[in-house]
């Protein structure tokens, strides 16, 4: 899956979906106009916005149009438009690949028409998927000296980055948010002062379709369903085959994870390698290339790989739909040398998008989400609830060279998208697991009446009894349940038993409204809330540098907030321990909602590698 973190962004309160979607690009889906307030004074909210290049960072926008006027700022902002250019053919083309190219897209022009003629699931409706703050915006270069109001703690010195789903061009059909092309907004942070920056990671399929002038790769999630989706495949394949593209050297669109390993930042998704992107001592961002550890790897990477705070090592997975083995298991030493792949037996591939390390094991879930690609033979999705599958826990040791030792234990009905920390209690023989349990499992892909739930639970894996418990961690009758998604704990214990966990408030899903700082041991949750009107995504806790007298919760958490009244962005950064306010970073642009990120120091900043 591409990817990601987090959850299915669809608004259950989102406006009627029409059968066919209007042919006109321009057209709002809002007849309500909003305001956003520049740096010089208010400016009109836009009504829709479906492609990065159809929105510079300042927009004055008509209640009826959505012509956009020049911006005002002196970055350098893409073209103004709100559909692909016209599509354009390489010179290195000979005759017949000019031809074949021509009658291919004759071809997906119809097929995408008839598509159309039908109405889209919410889980694929670009109207839905990337309507408000979750549209895309364009590249910004570094702008400095930004307006910070209260302090920025001297202990943070470094570049805060995010990840995100950014759509370069208009989707031409069903489009998911996360199937976006990847971009990474970074905060600076020095000497008390911030500056901002935003680029897309340059993945091979980035490149290429803008080379091209459209969008050309299939959208794994927003297309790959039914017979349009096997039309859409042969026709990718064909114009391979064709030398029109080259899907040789991965599709992924590297917008989900991010971590920071042996001097380098790396973009994740987990359909393909991951990407080194550097970041410059001013907080710029250069995409270095599709990275795969000295040609050491040759397989996909999922998005979420764990880096142990204490031997630095970096524990990761790889999923494959098509062939066996569905799943292998791998790991990188500080240094960056890969160990040998460890396949790890499964009847069917899996959809494992996050799992968790302890001291002494790796903790692997087998759940009820699986990939059935023949369901699209029967118009259906390939991704699937299977009811009839037990989820299960693999325990295995983080340095062994072969399967044979995993222990499975069945954890029946549940499906974790993301797992928060794991570690072992010798005395009960238990490792226990943090996790957000959701129902339905496969909302995220597949549109249901159902609503979304996400319970933050602790499951016992018994090693001796190969037993189970689960339950949910807040069950105080006077704490609310609430929806618990995408965030951390502190990363200096990532595998050892943690008291804190911050968490986004889903609230109202998909959309966060605060995050939770919860005790995992007594199920309090103290809320941060961001305001009226005023959204984020991920916290993510900065602990202070490490020292044996530190507190767990010792740090800060940093969050990218959205002002849906005033539309604008900013950063929030919240003292940890006491939940208060200490600064905030006015941003020169919109911050879309995104996924995943990380802090990287100064320090660190200074060490990176450019290979």
């Known amino acids: 899956m591409a990817q990601i973190a987090a959850t299915a962004w669809?608004?259950?309160?989102?406006?009627?979906?029409?059968?066919?979607?209007?042919?006109?690009?321009?057209?709002?889906?809002?007849?309500?106009?909003?305001?956003?307030?520049?740096?010089?004074?208010?400016?009109?909210?836009?009504?829709?916005?479906?492609?990065?290049?159809?929105?510079?960072?300042?927009?004055?926008?008509?209640?009826?149009?959505?012509?956009?006027?020049?911006?005002?700022?002196?970055?350098?902002?893409?073209?103004?438009?709100?559909?692909?250019?016209?599509?354009?053919?390489?010179?290195?083309?000979?005759?017949?690949?000019?031809?074949?190219?021509?009658?291919?897209?004759?071809?997906?022009?119809?097929?995408?028409?008839?598509?159309?003629?039908?109405?889209?699931?919410?889980?694929?409706?670009?109207?839905?998927?990337?309507?408000?703050?979750?549209?895309?915006?364009?590249?910004?270069?570094?702008?400095?000296?930004?307006?910070?109001?209260?302090?920025?703690?001297?202990?943070?010195?470094?570049?805060?980055?995010?990840?995100?789903?950014?759509?370069?061009?208009?989707?031409?059909?069903?489009?998911?948010l996360f199937d976006g092309d990847g971009m990474i907004h970074a905060v600076r942070l020095a000497d008390g002062s911030a500056s901002y920056a935003c680029r897309f990671t340059k993945t091979h399929r980035f490149v290429q379709e803008r080379a091209l002038g459209h969008p050309i790769f299939p959208k794994s999630i927003g297309e790959l369903h039914g017979h349009f989706g096997i039309a859409k495949l042969l026709l990718f394949y064909t114009r391979g085959a064709c030398g029109l593209l080259d899907h040789g050297h991965g599709i992924g669109v590297a917008n989900a994870g991010l971590v920071y390993f042996n001097g380098r930042l790396l973009a994740m998704s987990e359909d393909d390698l991951p990407y080194h992107v550097h970041v410059s001592a001013a907080g710029d961002l250069d995409t270095i290339g599709r990275y795969d550890f000295g040609g050491q790897l040759d397989s996909t990477m999922i998005a979420h790989p764990k880096l142990d705070p204490v031997s630095g090592e970096l524990?990761?997975?790889?999923?494959?739909?098509?062939?066996?083995?569905?799943?292998?298991?791998?790991?990188?030493?500080?240094?960056?040398?890969?160990?040998?792949?460890?396949?790890?037996?499964?009847?069917?591939?899996?959809?494992?998008?996050?799992?968790?390390?302890?001291?002494?094991?790796?903790?692997?879930?087998?759940?009820?989400?699986?990939f059935k690609l023949n369901e699209m033979a029967r118009g259906g999705s390939p991704v699937i609830y299977d009811k009839a599958k037990t989820s299960r826990f693999g325990i295995m040791d983080k340095y062994t060279s072969d399967a044979s030792g995993i222990r499975w234990i069945d954890v029946p009905d549940c499906f974790c998208f993301h797992l928060w920390n794991a570690w072992e209690e010798p005395e009960s023989d238990e490792v226990v697991v943090i996790g957000s349990c959701m129902t339905p499992p496969d909302s995220i892909f597949n549109e249901q009446d159902e609503s979304?739930?996400?319970?933050?639970?602790?499951?016992?894996?018994?090693?001796?009894?190969?037993?189970?418990?689960?339950?949910?961690?807040?069950?105080?009758?006077?704490?609310?349940?609430?929806?618990?998604?995408?965030?951390?704990?502190?990363?200096?214990?990532?595998?050892?038993?943690?008291?804190?966990?911050?968490?986004?408030?889903?609230?109202?899903?998909?959309?966060?409204?605060?995050?939770?700082?919860?005790?995992?041991?007594?199920?309090?949750?103290?809320?941060f809330m961001y305001g009226e009107q005023r959204y984020g995504g991920e916290p993510m806790f900065l602990p202070r540098e490490a020292s044996s007298g530190n507190r767990e919760d010792e740090g800060y958490v940093l969050a990218f907030v959205h002002d849906e009244k005033e539309w604008r962005s900013e950063l929030q950064i919240v003292n940890a321990a006491t939940l208060e306010l200490e600064a905030t970073v006015q941003l020169p642009s919109r911050v879309p909602y995104g996924f995943h990120g990380t802090f990287i120091s100064a320090k660190d900043l200074a060490q990176q590698a450019r290979d």
């Open 10 to 176: 669809v608004n259950s309160s989102s406006p009627p979906i029409p059968s066919k979607p209007s042919s006109s690009a321009s057209s709002s889906s809002s007849s309500s106009p909003s305001v956003e307030l520049g740096f010089n004074g208010p400016r009109k909210k836009p009504g829709r916005i479906t492609c990065s290049l159809q929105t510079p960072p300042k927009l004055l926008l008509t209640k009826k149009s959505l012509t956009l006027q020049p911006s005002t700022t002196t970055a350098a902002v893409a073209p103004s438009t709100s559909k692909p250019r016209s599509k354009e053919t390489p010179a290195q083309w000979n005759l017949l690949q000019k031809f074949a190219s021509m009658a291919l897209d004759a071809v997906e022009d119809a097929l995408v028409s008839h598509e159309l003629e039908h109405p889209l699931p919410k889980t694929s409706d670009p109207r839905v998927q990337i309507s408000g703050n979750f549209a895309p915006v364009p590249e910004q270069p570094v702008q400095r000296s930004l307006s910070v109001a209260g302090k920025i703690p001297d202990c943070i010195e470094g570049v805060y980055v995010r990840n995100g789903a950014n759509p370069l061009y208009q989707p031409v059909a069903g489009h998911h």
């Open 315 to 370: 524990f990761a997975l790889s999923y494959d739909v098509v062939r066996k083995p569905y799943l292998k298991y791998f790991r990188f030493s500080p240094d960056g040398r890969k160990s040998p792949d460890v396949d790890i037996p499964l009847a069917e591939p899996t959809m494992m998008h996050d799992f968790a390390i302890t001291e002494r094991f790796v903790v692997i879930p087998d759940q009820q989400v699986v």
């Open 452 to 527: 979304l739930k996400s319970v933050l639970s602790e499951i016992r894996l018994n090693l001796k009894t190969g037993k189970s418990t689960r339950r949910p961690i807040i069950s105080d009758e006077s704490e609310e349940q609430v929806n618990l998604e995408a965030g951390m704990v502190n990363r200096n214990r990532l595998g050892r038993k943690t008291q804190f966990a911050y968490l986004a408030l889903a609230e109202p899903w998909p959309k966060v409204s605060g995050f939770a700082k919860v005790d995992l041991a007594t199920g309090q949750a103290l809320k």
